[in-house]
């Protein structure tokens, strides 16, 4: 690194536009940061900015001495230049009274703004210029279809075939974003999107700019701090976490292995500089990344591969700093030690990311045949290594791999690659994207939600964690059998938490637990179960708050009853089941079992 150690740069790029006004999104994000400035991370030397635009550019300047922020208006999006260069970005410390005062203004002084247009590309041209001399992290909060200005979009979903076989436009629609991230990663610049829209916004272009530079996607469709708090709540706690989480800046990391192997494709948001270093100009405690390895040389003369990862970073305090992880495995020459030490979740995790690029690179049939293909080549290749006596008329499969069959249909069944049923096309590419810079903890849960039984929590076995006694209930198959029909059963999707109430649920569980004196009064509106003073309150409370403690984003909570309309959202995770346009899991078993002996 030539430079210096960088500072905290942290700007924000604000959509100001009728929709984003509409939604309650300014209030929300003003609000949060006014609340976590003193906490984000840096030192004397961070730095802010804001750019907020509509069909135009708006430029604040804070410089220490001012009384006021002043806003400057550049409508010339075609040929962008900053006003006042040096002075759009300010000390934190040094001018925080003027950062807090814009912040208490911008919801008001847009309030009334009816313009539709988004001039999304020439505010990121404008951050870029602005950005350069030193990196930093670009934080664009965007509402609709940017459909103005260079980077401008048109729609592409077509709404009749939501429920198609052939699944279009999974790929960007222009190189735009994904070459504005290539320059930010160039200069140690990072783009993290939150978007927004009700309506098509093409997240499969816009997404480019987080994914080559290393930074995240964040999508709250719908959100409306009226018509929609849940989503509401989850962009204030997600933000919340994403202002004061750690963060690295102009970071680089590479993988090595012993002699004999070799690394040929990486997964997840970064750049890759050189065939085994990946540029992260932005670098968080949230990200996740996945590699594949070959074999390209007999291994004969070592007992152990090892592999081992370094990233070398600049902390938010400017350090310069170094870590290492390094793995050792053993090396075997039989087939079935490889089998007895497999892991299902990790395969799981990395043909997830495999899966999406085939969806990229050839179709949506291409790559769910490939995901069943995986199953199927394992046992194949497991069944040759038995005894003939022992394959007949059984479905040969290792212990270690028992799951691998039960998570490719839950994963044929996700959003991101399910067919037949209706699906958005942003919520299938969000999907795809998680898949791709999620840790596995989260793509687990994604692919295969947890389910809890908890109208009849007890003590017994429960976990004490921090003086708390946590219940530590049994999870359950994702199939309908296990609902008893006087149960109330939790279900944890990683980024959503369903509490299902059939409709023989005990008065006493309402009571104890909703504060309600029967099911036919359960609102659904609650995002929080009521503070109550009984044991079965705190027992629930407790398990709740211990699984959101494990995670990185939160999960907010929705009563579903049994009879609602909402219960299809509950009820689609049930991957074990049969639909209209899928097998059930003992069906799917039949098809391997059949496609094995062929």
């Not at 350069?132 to 103005?148: A, E, K, N, W």
């Amino acid at each position: 690194m030539l430079r210096p150690p960088q500072p905290a740069v942290y700007l924000f790029l604000l959509d100001v536009s009728f929709s984003s006004v509409q939604s309650g999104i300014l209030p929300i994000f003003c609000q949060v940061l006014l609340e976590e400035l003193d906490r984000l991370p840096g030192d004397t030397r961070t730095k802010i900015g804001f750019i907020t635009y509509d069909n135009t550019l708006h430029f604040y300047n804070m410089q220490e001495g001012a009384t006021r922020p002043q806003m400057m208006v550049i409508s010339d999006i075609d040929d962008v230049f900053l006003p006042l260069p040096g002075d759009l970005l300010v000390n934190l410390n040094e001018s925080k009274e003027l950062v807090q005062d814009l912040l208490n203004q911008l919801p008001s002084l847009f309030e009334n703004n009816k313009e539709t247009r988004t001039a999304l590309g020439p505010a990121l041209q404008a951050a870029y210029k602005l950005l350069s001399p030193t990196g930093g992290r670009v934080t664009v909060i965007q509402s609709s279809l940017p459909t103005t200005g260079p980077g401008s979009l048109k729609s592409r979903e077509d709404p009749n075939q939501r429920s198609s076989k052939n699944v279009a436009n999974l790929g960007p629609a222009t190189d735009f974003y994904k070459k504005m991230a290539l320059d930010f990663s160039a200069q140690q610049i990072g783009a993290d999107l939150f978007l927004f829209s009700s309506q098509y916004a093409d997240l499969a272009t816009l997404a480019g700019m987080a994914k080559f530079s290393a930074g995240s996607v964040y999508h709250f469709p719908g959100l409306h701090t009226n018509a929609n708090p849940l989503q509401a709540d989850r962009f204030e706690k997600d933000f919340r976490r994403y202002l004061t989480r750690k963060i690295g800046f102009e970071a680089v990391m590479r993988i090595r292995c012993t002699k004999g192997l070799a690394l040929h494709t990486f997964h997840g948001n970064f750049f890759v500089r050189s065939t085994d270093l990946l540029s992260l100009p932005n670098v968080s405690p949230d990200a996740g990344y996945a590699m594949q390895m070959s074999i390209e040389d007999t291994l004969n003369d070592s007992q152990t591969a090892c592999f081992q990862a370094a990233l070398l970073y600049t902390s938010s305090k400017g350090e310069r700093r170094i870590r290492v992880h390094t793995m050792c495995l053993p090396i075997t020459g039989q087939l079935s030690e490889i089998y007895a030490g497999a892991d299902s979740q990790a395969i799981i995790g990395l043909l997830s990311r495999m899966a999406v690029d085939k969806c990229q690179s050839s179709s949506m049939q291409d790559s769910r045949d490939a995901i069943v293909n995986v199953c199927i080549d394992s046992m194949t290749a497991f069944k040759e290594t038995l005894p003939s006596s022992q394959t007949i008329g059984t479905l040969s499969i290792p212990y270690s791999l028992r799951l691998l069959p039960l998570y490719t249909l839950a994963l044929l069944k996700n959003i991101a690659f399910r067919l037949g049923s209706s699906t958005k096309l942003d919520d299938r590419v969000f999907a795809m994207e998680m898949f791709k810079s999620q840790p596995l903890s989260l793509i687990m849960l994604q692919v295969y939600p947890s389910l809890y039984a908890v109208h009849n929590l007890a003590d017994e076995g429960s976990l004490s964690e921090k003086d708390v006694d946590v219940p530590q209930p049994p999870l359950l198959g994702l199939s309908s059998e296990y609902l008893s029909r006087n149960g109330a059963f939790l279900m944890d999707t990683g980024d959503m938490m369903f509490l299902f109430v059939q409709a023989a649920i005990s008065p006493q569980f309402c009571q104890d637990i909703l504060d309600c004196p029967d099911y036919s009064s359960i609102s659904e509106s609650t995002m929080e179960l009521p503070v109550l003073e009984n044991p079965a309150s705190e027992r629930l409370r407790n398990f709740i708050g211990w699984l959101l403690g494990k995670r990185t984003v939160h999960a907010p909570l929705q009563i579903i009853r049994e009879n609602s309309p909402k219960r299809i959202l509950f009820l689609q995770h049930l991957v074990e089941d049969r639909t209209e346009s899928s097998m059930s899991y003992y069906e799917y078993l039949q098809h391997l079992q059949k496609e094995v002996k062929s």
